[in-house]
């Protein structure tokens, strides 16, 4: 792993996985407000992050942390559930509940 960071140029002993993401200098504001006020930016953003690839530490930081706004291609509720609107991505997010155990309220 060392190796790998120090071919792409990455300092091992600062690295983070942010340091990859595919969002990284990006206006943070298309993943909160902006991606809730209007679906065709929600569904842009997570276009990048289906081929990011740090979607699931991204993923993850959401979960433990109880993140608010699109972390690793889901909306996020500030509480450790995923949340959808859209038809096929609520059965989706319903299915991802159930597994990291969260309520469906
Ligand atoms: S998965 Fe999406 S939100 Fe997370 S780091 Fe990658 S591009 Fe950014």
Known sequence: MNELLKQLNLDPDSFAWQDIALCKGHD????FDRAEADQVIAD???????????????????RENREQGIWGKYNWDGKGKVTEEKINDH???VRINQLLGANDE
Do not use: Y
């Open 28 to 31: 943070t504001e298309l993943f």
């Open 91 to 93: 059965d989706e997010a």
């Open 44 to 62: 842009q953003v997570k276009s990048m992050c289906d081929v990011c690839p740090v979607r699931n530490a991204c993923f993850m930081q959401a």
